[in-house]
């Protein structure tokens, strides 16, 4: 049959016309209230939560519709009635592919495109980051939808598979947590691993969907889905990160001039709060002093590791594990090691040498942008369009279209504008303030969502070592504001601290209940 895809499409269309429909429903609703949130014109909670119901009955819809016109040609059992007919799987597949580029991959780009021109961007310059996002959908709902419906005969079989991974991930994450060494979040040049996690998961995916149509093989198919559920954790499990980062990172050399200063404080600690209770383990704090940081630069602490040699026994180590961020204007930090007890107890009373490593991943800015924030909308780089919030007072939010990009903010105490507030806490004069968003650089043309328009509160999360963290500075009309953005990443390096003689029982920290302070400034 010629035409038998049209054929097949059009069978679908009737067939599922009333689900069509109320997803067009769902979307234009869902579009409705993100216009509305442009505007800024919700007064209500249910005016704040209807635009995240909706978008979760968007996502909702969309798994129905696949899920829906992928059974509707049994793949499994004994009720594959197509096979009688005269169908070419060829054909058959590219037809439920066709429906799925017209009721979800188009709505889903019209959507998009509408809600970029309405929040004010313009649409020439982000064509590719919305087949980015195109691209996102099908790898993260589509192909597993797809999937999952190819290897199940009912929606209640593809409810119990839904439920069989929701149960794989609870049992996966915690022993990932346990199992996987902390190494893995340290950043690498080397991303082999990650693209084979990815091509065992996508690969399964694609073979599968193929497979039950060329071959309709259930049995074989669930198979390969359980081969690749094993083989993604176990690469994670099989990699060599502590390699991985040593060839990253290399050892700096006498002549190579390091991007930050790190040394030993001897001073005694502040405070020795901030110990997160932890069976058979103690927290130390290894103060730090810090300079060398340029103004327009970050310098990326991807990883720091600890090793401890008593001055008999064996000595004891860390492992890598992921730090923070240095900035400029900070002169002081420290490195939080957490110990086992056992090992503490025997050498706390005895001069220990300690050697931290450091992996530093220092960056530059190529734009500094000084803007004055204002009562009305402002603009910020990365085509951000920033306003005072409708529903609380004092807030910025700020618009980006299809990512966030990364900033970093700073602001003079003396600048500040605000009228100080009771008991609000007076800033030293010259005291620089940070705020901003560090933690997005190449991670791809756009993030992930429904809303190709992406917000952020505009806020400082540091300002001072000494100030009172209880009481955040705000940002008030007339602040005037320096952005730098555009980051150039610079070589990355290995540095090496040696303290000798240091006593670990000075640096325990105590039991406190709560979050402690990490390595660095840590980032909200």
Not at 66 to 73: K, M, N
Not at 176 to 202: D, Q, R, T, Y
């Amino acid at each position: 049959m010629r035409n038998q895809v049209l054929h097949i499409f059009r069978k679908d269309v009737r067939q599922h016309w009333a689900e069509l429909v109320l997803s067009v429903a769902i979307i234009v609703a869902y579009a409705w209230r993100e216009v509305a949130k442009f505007k800024g014109s919700e007064d209500t909670s249910y005016d704040i939560l209807l635009p995240d119901m909706l978008r979760n009955l968007v996502v909702v819809v969309w798994a129905f519709l696949i899920l829906r016109v992928v059974q509707a040609e049994s793949l499994v059992g004994d009720r594959q009635f197509w096979v009688t007919r005269p169908y070419e799987w060829k054909k058959l597949l590219a037809a439920k592919l066709l429906f799925v580029v017209v009721f979800v991959n188009v709505p889903l780009f019209i959507l998009q495109v509408f809600l970029l021109l309405k929040a004010g961007f313009p649409l020439t310059s982000h064509v590719s980051g919305l087949l980015w996002l195109q691209l996102l959908w099908i790898l993260i709902l589509i192909l597993p939808v797809a999937t999952l419906a190819t290897v199940t005969k009912s929606i209640g079989q593809f409810m119990m598979a839904i439920l069989s991974v929701l149960l794989y991930f609870a049992i996966l994450f915690p022993a990932l947590e346990k199992l996987v060494p902390p190494a893995a979040s340290v950043p690498v040049e080397n991303p082999i691993p990650g693209w084979l996690e990815l091509l065992a998961v996508v690969g399964a995916g694609l073979t599968v969907v193929l497979w039950q149509y060329a071959r309709r093989r259930t049995a074989q198919s669930r198979v390969l889905l359980l081969g690749a559920a094993v083989a993604a954790p176990v690469i994670m499990l099989v990699t060599p990160y502590r390699i991985l980062i040593e060839r990253t990172y290399r050892p700096a050399t006498t002549r190579q001039q390091l991007p930050v200063q790190l040394v030993f404080d001897p001073a005694k600690l502040g405070s020795r709060e901030g110990n997160r209770p932890e069976k058979n383990k103690v927290r130390v704090r290894i103060p730090l002093l810090v300079s060398g940081i340029e103004d327009g630069d970050i310098v990326d602490i991807g990883g720091s590791t600890v090793s401890i040699q008593p001055p008999a026994g064996r000595p004891w180590s860390s492992g890598w594990h992921r730090s923070g961020v240095l900035l400029p204007h900070r002169q002081h930090d420290q490195e939080d090691v957490t110990i086992d007890e056992g090992f503490f107890e025997r050498v706390k009373s005895v001069p220990v040498k300690i050697r931290v490593s450091f992996a530093l991943a220092p960056a530059h800015t190529r734009e500094m942008v000084r803007v004055v924030a204002q009562a009305t909308q402002f603009a910020m780089p990365g085509e951000g369009r920033c306003s005072y919030s409708p529903r609380f007072q004092g807030e910025i939010v700020c618009a980006f279209p299809l990512k966030t990009p990364a900033f970093l903010m700073s602001a003079k105490s003396d600048e500040l504008t605000c009228v100080r507030q009771q008991k609000e806490p007076l800033l030293p004069p010259g005291t620089t303030l940070y705020g901003g968003n560090l933690w997005s650089r190449g991670s791809g043309p756009a993030d992930f969502g429904l809303n190709p328009v992406q917000t952020t509160s505009l806020g400082f999360w540091d300002w001072g070592e000494t100030s009172d963290r209880n009481h955040r500075p705000r940002v008030c009309p007339g602040t005037p504001l320096t952005f730098f953005t555009n980051w150039e990443d610079l070589q990355r390096i290995r540095s090496d601290l040696e303290i000798d003689g240091i006593h670990l029982a000075d640096y325990k920290l105590n039991d406190v209940l709560g979050g402690a302070n990490g390595f660095g400034i840590m980032l909200p």
